[in-house]
């Protein structure tokens, strides 16, 4: 049995307003998020002089994605997390420690992906 509520076209607007909610909520309250962004904004343009092929670029681009999308799951956790209480609980500090640990693994992968590329480029 479906959830009740809009199908289709509907849902998908709503689905699309949530996001945006989503979004402006974590810009807002995560200033993590805004660096990221603004890092982001930086990086996708030089992704293209960079680039030396299309895989490369979309490599390049994808990284930058996904430090974005691992800043949004860790802001959600830590939102939820919070929501709870402000006493400290262990499973508490775990979830949010696993959070930030998906944030540090794409920044990871995102300054292996770039400085591969980069190496590749300069000295290849």
């Given at each position: ?54 895989v490369e670029l979309i ?66």
């Open positions: 049995m479906s959830k009740p509520g809009k199908t289709g076209v509907g849902r998908i607007v709503d689905a699309f307003g949530y996001s945006m909610k989503g979004f402006a909520a974590t810009w807002k309250f995560e200033a993590a998020f805004r660096q990221e962004v603004v890092l982001g904004l930086i990086l996708i343009p030089t992704a293209f002089w960079l680039a030396s092929t299309h490599l390049l681009i994808a990284s930058v994605f996904w430090v974005w999308m691992a800043e949004l799951a860790n802001s959600s956790v830590e939102a939820v997390v919070d929501r709870t209480g402000s006493e400290h609980h262990e499973l508490s500090g775990r979830a949010k420690d696993i959070g930030s640990a998906l944030v540090f693994i794409s920044l990871v992968l995102l300054a292996l992906v770039w400085g591969i590329v980069a190496i590749h480029r300069f000295f290849f």
